[in-house]
């Protein structure tokens, strides 16, 4: 028999506030149980597990998430996440509308946004 991945976890000093970015960025709820200042929270149909851990990042992930909108275009996308708290990191998208931003999450974790299906059927 196989394994299944559970959950991704991420660790972080705050998992509600945490969990709770990443529940608005994806448009998701938290799971009923979560509360602020548990141990751990997690997203209902996202697979992610947020965990307090007493270390804070000191370097780059090695891991991260590429998130491409659905009902939105790149830049908008990455306008609306910098409005939820989300920090520009590195900016790659190039004047032909190609590449990417990388942005972090309020606890630092890099993510890369992509252009969303039209933009990239478009060229």
């Not at 799971?31 to 149909?45: F, N």
């Not at 409005?83 to 606890?107: I, S």
Request: proline letters at 7%.
């Amino acid at each position: 028999m196989t394994s299944l991945i559970r959950h991704v976890t991420i660790d972080c000093a705050d998992p509600y506030e945490l969990a709770g970015f990443w529940s608005r960025v994806l448009d998701l709820p938290l799971h009923d149980d979560d509360r602020p200042g548990d141990p751990e929270a997690s997203i209902e149909g996202a697979g992610l597990l947020f965990l307090a851990v007493p270390e804070t990042k000191t370097v780059k992930n090695r891991l991260h998430f590429d998130l491409q909108p659905q009902d939105r275009t790149r830049d908008e996308e990455v306008r609306r996440l910098v409005a939820l708290g989300a920090a520009l990191v590195a900016d790659h998208r190039k004047p032909d509308g190609t590449g990417w931003a990388v942005l972090g999450d309020p606890e630092g974790n890099e993510f890369c946004v992509e252009r969303s299906a039209p933009e990239r059927a478009e060229g």
